[in-house]
Each structure stands twice: as structure tokens, then as C-alpha cells.
């Protein structure tokens, strides 16, 4: 399965003690380490939503000036 930090948490893997990464890790689906950090809620194993960049403001269109 493949895992993803959660905001707010933080979870070390238990051999190397390196954070799991933003754009995720796979680990084993029988792992139980993996399995409590997701049942507890320290990862999840929902991708993440890619960030949206806001769309510049744009100046308002002047109003037609009468002929």
C-alpha cells in the first residue's frame, strides 16, 4: 500500500527513523506498524489533492463610455 503524511503528525518509519515523505511511500499491506500508523491516524493512504494556485486578480473592465 502506499502511504501519505498526514497534516499536523508526524510518522518516522521504525528502521531508518526518516519521516515518510509528502509524495508518499510504499510499505507492505501486512506490515503492522503501517498498519496501527494508519488506523491511528498518523498516515493515510489517501493521496493527497495536488496544490491549486490562485488565479492572479485581474483588473475590472472599465465601463463603456456613451457615444
Avoid: C, F, S
Avoid at 518516522?12 to 527513523?17: C, G, S
Avoid at 493515510?44 to 465601463?63: F, H, L, M, N
Amino acid at each position: 500500500m502506499k502511504i501519505y503524511p498526514v497534516a499536523g503528525r508526524l510518522a518516522r518509519d521504525e528502521h531508518n527513523r526518516q519521516p515518510v515523505p509528502a509524495e508518499g511511500r510504499e510499505v507492505r499491506d501486512d506490515d503492522p506498524y503501517w498498519v496501527r500508523r494508519v488506523r491511528d491516524g498518523d498516515v493515510t493512504t489517501d493521496a493527497p489533492e495536488p496544490e491549486r494556485k490562485p488565479e492572479p486578480e485581474r483588473e475590472p473592465i472599465p465601463p463603456r463610455k456613451e457615444a
